[in-house]
């Protein structure tokens, strides 16, 4: 399986933060599509969604 690292955004008591994370490709790819059909969504939430649809797919 490939691996790729993501660098996801988020707040944290409204603070700007970020961490990276290690997904297969699929997830990534995922991701990516969830964030440009959706770009105000928050990118935790993203990548939640990517993982769902990378389980079911």
């Not at 707040?11 to 700007?16: A, S």
């Not at 939430?45 to 769902?52: I, N």
């Given at each position: 399986?490939?691996?790729?690292?993501?660098?996801?955004?988020?707040?944290?008591?409204?603070?700007?933060?970020?961490y990276n994370?290690?997904?297969s490709?699929?997830?990534?790819?995922?991701?990516?599509?969830?964030m440009?059909?959706?770009?105000?969504?928050?990118?935790?939430e993203a990548?939640?969604?990517?993982?769902?649809?990378?389980?079911?797919?």
């Amino acid at each position: 399986m490939d691996l790729v690292r993501l660098k996801i955004q988020s707040e944290l008591d409204g603070e700007p933060m970020h961490y990276n994370v290690t997904v297969s490709k699929k997830v990534a790819e995922n991701f990516a599509k969830i964030m440009k059909e959706n770009p105000e969504l928050p990118q935790p939430e993203a990548l939640g969604k990517a993982k769902e649809v990378a389980k079911v797919g």
